[in-house]
């Protein structure tokens, strides 16, 4: 298909900007495409795609999920582009893209793996009209950009191209229904033990049938609205076509079609389950068989920035994303705090420092987190880091925190002086992706152990 | 005689982080009664008589249901705002009370038509930013994010006369409005939490006798911080 000048002119351009920025030691993962879209806003439509698109977007999880489909892939001789540098709205992939397509605007590769951010949905699924889109799930987040669920799910539901497949996550009755017409393959978890209809969280995003308004009833959650549901009127969660129905020795136990199959399990959290469930979906949705993507699953490992534990002056610590913003994303954090066995501190550095940069930060998302799970004897002590401390401060005695576990300080690296070692053995470093800094300063100071809670010895 | 207060369908009217507010009161004033109302049942102050109502955001779909659900009491809310029953909605919640949601497409929402207030919504826009001013003799710090411009009508009484931040419409640099004690605000989130000293005034004006907040010095002293922070001028609006 004839493809207009400027077109050509942007692809040339953005490699010679690529070029310059990667001689300059900087990162083009969506500056040359962001200039680019301004120069041709109908870029992204021109490029010849390869053979295989497949998008990944979802709330919580399409980082991971669309890594785990990229190393599925490459291992099974797959030749692939995708954009795991982190650049995941319209600029990134058109960066990506640009990057690396052909003079032609074609690839040279057979398969594209796209992580899309439900945002860009509108700006990318419509003009790359992936072959295939997986669906982590939809849940509440940033309310300043994804407002609520109910807006998310209308945005990508009129974006996604007809012809496209789905691997859905059939426990999600939101995101479940999506693009109803299309074909699809659900994923689930099965009902695990100690689950019931009721939940402990304080957000529930579904609550009345969406056909006709009657309350759903839940047969069990596995947290916040994730679980099985149905109305009386005859709507409910679909049949799973993938269900995990555990794990077992560090592997997640799969059906298939009255078969089991077995993938390794990087980490034991019910998201952990649900990650290898969607791309386990979609491999083998897509055709590869169980032992191919076994295979190729032995080699995935959790990336150290989301996950990380070491020992340090003789203490256990876990360091654990908690993404500042995301209510559901951070109560799992808190859920799995409280899970952890032993006596524990949590240092919480969880400030949005994007936003405390220019504006100051709304700190009504902790409302909607679980701070309550923080409530039993285990947990000794709660040191809380950054310019809104005196907030989680407030939030943790409306959980029902007691007073004198909490203790708070300006300067997240001043978290570790405030601890005290005598109550606890175990430490869980809960983060923000923007406090990484503040993170590594952490560890290094929990490292040399002398400092764990200098300002009390 | 205990204080009554009831919450409007909080189980699809909690958006964002507005389940606080109840959650604080509630500790603040436990010797109330709270009577939470879920969508699908006649509410409370139907048929009996309540001294607070308070309702949080929700989606642009539920605001259809909650104006079907609440059309049958329009005339017992026009009472008992004129009786003086504090009423407090945050978020977009008080757009139901209004005249009309028009959308940008064209399409409009009948509100209630308790008062004078119509909303226009465009959902390819957001607008998100903190709010500073004053309701009377207090500082309001607060924030709002939301699809609509509100436009109260003539001679309303603002909540809060602004002195930074998203106002609820390009022309008028004031957020919400107040009748008598119906206080309609695009506020969201733990608006009581936020602001302690509204809070105060609430209670006041429920047990007609000054309250020690729960965690007073801690919710005062975030409070503190929270003005200094917004008052300082590096801070942008959003």
Redesign the interface.
């Given at each position: 298909m004839k493809k207009p000048l400027r077109f050509y002119i942007s692809v040339i351009g953005a490699k010679l900007l690529i070029k310059l920025m990667r001689l300059m030691k900087r990162n083009a993962t969506n500056l040359p495409g962001e200039i680019m879209l301004i120069f041709y806003p109908g870029l992204l439509k021109h490029f010849d795609m390869p053979q295989n698109v497949i998008a990944v977007t979802g709330t919580n999880g399409k980082t991971t999920v669309s890594n785990m489909i990229s190393n599925i892939l490459k291992a099974n001789g797959y030749d692939i582009i995708n954009n795991s540098f982190g650049g995941n709205v319209d600029t990134g992939i058109a960066s990506l893209l640009l990057d690396k397509c052909t003079v032609k605007g074609e690839f040279k590769v057979d398969t594209a793996v796209l992580e899309v951010d439900e945002r860009s949905a509108e700006r990318v699924l419509p003009c790359v009209k992936p072959d295939w889109l997986v669906c982590t799930n939809l849940q509440?987040d940033s309310?300043?950009?994804n407002?609520?669920t109910?807006?998310i799910f209308n945005f990508l539901n009129k974006n996604i191209p007809e012809k496209t497949k789905l691997i859905l996550n059939g426990d999600d009755l939101i995101s479940s229904r999506l693009a109803e017409n299309n074909p699809r393959t659900y994923f689930g978890i099965a009902k695990l033990e100690g689950e019931t209809a009721e939940s402990e969280n304080?957000?529930?995003d579904i609550?009345?049938c969406p056909k006709c308004?009657?309350?759903l009833e839940f047969s069990y959650r596995h947290y916040n609205h994730i679980g099985r549901a149905s109305c009386k009127c005859g709507f409910g969660s679909p049949e799973i076509d993938f269900e995990a129905i555990g794990s077992e020795n560090g592997e997640a136990v799969i059906m298939h079609d009255g078969k089991k199959e077995r993938y390794k399990l990087p980490n034991n959290r019910i998201t952990d389950l649900y990650n290898v469930c969607a791309a386990v979906t979609f491999s083998r949705t897509f055709g590869l068989s169980d032992k191919q993507v076994s295979e190729a699953m032995s080699e995935v490992e959790v990336v150290k920035s989301r996950y990380d534990s070491f020992t340090a002056g003789g203490k256990e610590v876990i360091v654990s994303l908690a993404k500042g913003q995301n209510?559901v994303a951070c109560s799992g954090v808190c859920g799995f705090v409280r899970k952890e066995s032993g006596d524990k501190a949590v240092i919480m550095i969880l400030e949005d420092l994007y936003d405390g940069k220019?504006?100051?930060e709304?700190?009504?998302?902790?409302?909607?987190t679980d701070f309550e799970f923080f409530k039993g004897q285990d947990i000794k002590q709660i040191v809380v880091g950054g310019?809104r401390a005196?907030?989680y401060?407030?939030r943790l005695?409306?959980a029902g925190v007691d007073r004198q576990k909490i203790f708070c300080c300006r300067n997240e690296t001043d978290t570790v002086k405030l601890l005290k070692p005598e109550l606890f053995d175990k430490i869980i470093i809960m983060y923000d992706l923007f406090n990484v800094e503040s993170l590594n300063s952490i560890k290094a100071q929990l490292k040399a152990d002398d400092q764990i809670g200098k300002e009390n010895k | 005689m205990s204080i009554v207060i009831e919450e409007l369908f909080p189980?699809?009217c909690?958006?964002?982080?507005?389940?606080?507010n109840m959650?604080?009161l509630k500790?603040c004033l436990p010797e109330a009664e709270y009577i939470s109302t879920?969508?699908?049942q006649k509410p409370y102050f139907a048929d009996n008589d309540v001294d607070m109502i308070y309702m949080g955001p929700m989606?642009?779909?539920t605001q259809l249901?909650v104006i079907e659900r609440l059309k049958p009491y329009k005339k017992r809310i026009e009472e008992l705002i004129e009786k003086g029953v504090i009423f407090l909605l945050t978020g977009n919640s008080h757009e139901i009370f209004g005249q009309k949601i028009i959308d940008s497409d064209g399409t409009v929402v009948e509100g209630l038509k308790v008062t004078d207030f119509y909303a226009k919504r465009n959902?390819m826009k957001?607008f998100?930013?903190?709010v500073l001013g004053n309701y009377e003799d207090i500082e309001i710090a607060a924030?709002r994010?939301q699809?609509t411009e509100g436009f109260p009508g003539e001679d309303y009484q603002p909540f809060v006369q602004m002195t930074k931040g998203v106002p609820m419409n390009k022309k008028s640099f004031t957020e919400g409005y107040v009748k008598n004690n119906f206080y309609a605000t695009y506020l969201?989130?733990?608006l009581l939490?936020l602001n302690p000293f509204f809070t105060k005034k609430l209670l006041h004006k429920l047990c007609k006798k000054d309250r020690t907040l729960?965690?007073e010095t801690?919710?005062v002293?975030?409070y503190e911080?929270?003005l200094e922070?917004?008052k300082d001028k590096k801070?942008?609006?959003?």
């Open positions: 509440r309310m300043k950009r407002a609520h109910e807006f304080i957000i529930c609550v009345n308004g009657n309350k209510p220019r504006t100051s709304n700190i009504a998302w902790i409302y909607e310019k005196e907030d401060m407030v005695l409306i | 189980e699809v909690n958006l964002f982080g507005d389940s606080g959650r604080y500790l879920p969508l699908n989606t642009e779909n249901q959902m957001r998100s930013g903190l924030f994010a699809f969201l989130g733990p939490v729960a965690f801690e919710v002293r975030a911080i929270r922070d917004f801070v942008d609006i959003h």
